[in-house]
């Protein structure tokens, strides 16, 4: 018989705080985002989501300021902003990086509107297409690597899976609603080709105290000529 556990019910802070290190980008700013949220887009993005980069054209950067910064200076007589400074100039060549999240939820998924409502209610921008939702969000980026960026690599940290009952119930629910199912018995059925993660979602179900969970394996054939072929064994 499957021994049951139960994640211990204790109180936890509603927002959640991303790393506050600087972006390029002001529009990437990490605001904090309600945890509840954060753990129901976390679970999709294991469903479904995957997480690239899009790496810019190398620059050369002769001031150390900002663009805004630079230019609300005062013009010398030789028509030089006075801001340009021994101190403030610099000679390195930069490459922007900007994060970017794709959820494969098509239009009429029913996971599609829950995860626009919650990324409208947290104030992130996103875009839509009839088959994705793209995000640019640097601090769902930086979460959605450890989790993994391709399907076969996607695992749950364990900081969530430490999570109290109703953190870990959120994520439960954005994982099933877009890679399985539930039962009416309380039992989870997860599809998946990531091994690791069939071990993480059995250690979930069995701390939420689940009457059982199920997991259908998918091989993924290697990709060959440009396609991948995905089957069940």
Known sequence: MTPRAKTINMSFPEMYVFDESPHWNAANDCRPMNRLDLMYVL???TADGSADSDRGTPERRRTILSASKYVSGSRSALGRFTTATPDTQSDRTIQRITPRIRFSVPHGDKARIPL???LERNNIKFRVDPNNVTTHHLGLYRIAKS???RSWEKSIPRWILDSPAQCLHRF???L???DGNRRASGSRT???TSCELVRDFCEASIR???GGCTVTPCRTARPERGRTCA???
């Open 147 to 149: 989790i993994g960026r």
């Open 43 to 45: 679970g999709l993005y």
């Open 208 to 210: 939420m105290g689940s």
């Open 172 to 174: 439960l629910d954005g």
């Open 231 to 233: 089957s069940r064994p």
């Open 116 to 118: 626009i409502e919650a």
């Open 176 to 178: 099933l609603d877009g």
């Open 190 to 192: 997860l599809h998946t």
